[in-house]
């Protein structure tokens, strides 16, 4: 089973700053990395597929990237709404698993 | 509107079963893979099982094998999972998810959940 490690666990920034998370996988992936934010009480929302792609109607501050077993997301300007948990998925194998997540707080 | 709800979810004693219902609408079920994935209450998301266009392909998370099944009617446009033997630890909220796996490889439509509880 693939493990996935989001990193930091929480991150705490101020409107406008950047952001960058990070989802480590125990083994290279095929780049079949996805990933999800979930606001409170809402189910997810799909943000980025095939570790780069972004979906349909997500903004372009929102970047996907990585390779192997190394990815990150990369919210370049943060506005009020992107407090969330953001997940990562691996697609690469079965079991498919997530990560942990990474709580975006805004200060 | 393309949606997905959920149903079924319960209080259950240990031990207990249950079958979780997903119905489709706006869209026809038959031509995609389906997920179910849960949410422990405050945990993250965990993915549950994964069944194909036709049933021909299943699987299901390796802590959960022999113990949940997933299936399909196109025809009433709904998944299930059967869920046996329930324990605490099976507390949650169940979420189906559409599976746009020969496109984007991604989950892009997803119910609201429902709750089950396992308890005493």
């Known amino acids: 089973e693939i493990v996935l490690t989001q990193s930091p666990a929480t991150l705490s920034l101020s409107p406008g700053e950047r952001a960058i998370l990070s989802c480590r996988a125990s083994q290279r992936l095929n780049n079949y990395l996805v990933w999800f934010q979930q606001k409170p009480g809402q189910v997810p929302r799909l943000l980025i597929y095939?570790?780069?792609k972004r979906a349909t109607g997500i903004p372009a501050r929102f970047t996907g990237s990585g390779s192997g077993a190394d990815f990150t997301l990369t919210i370049s300007t943060l506005q009020p709404e992107d407090s969330a948990v953001y997940y990562c998925q691996q697609r690469s194998s079965w079991p498919l698993t997530f990560g942990g997540g990474t709580k975006v707080e805004l200060k | 509107e393309e949606q997905l709800v959920e149903s079924g979810g319960r209080l259950v004693r240990p031990g207990g079963s249950l079958r979780l219902s997903c119905a489709a609408s706006?869209?026809?079920?038959?031509?995609?893979?389906m997920n179910w994935v849960r949410q422990a209450p405050g945990k993250g998301l965990e993915w549950v099982s994964f069944i194909s266009t036709n049933n021909v392909h299943l699987q299901y998370a390796e802590s959960l094998k022999g113990r949940f099944t997933i299936s399909r009617d196109d025809a009433k446009n709904s998944i299930y999972l059967q869920l046996n033997s329930l324990r605490a630890e099976d507390t949650a909220v169940y979420y189906c998810a559409r599976d746009r796996a020969l496109d984007i490889r991604a989950y892009d439509i997803w119910g609201r959940g429902t709750l089950v509880t396992v308890s005493s």
């Open positions: 095939d570790a780069s």
């Open positions: 706006g869209f026809p079920l038959s031509t995609f893979n």
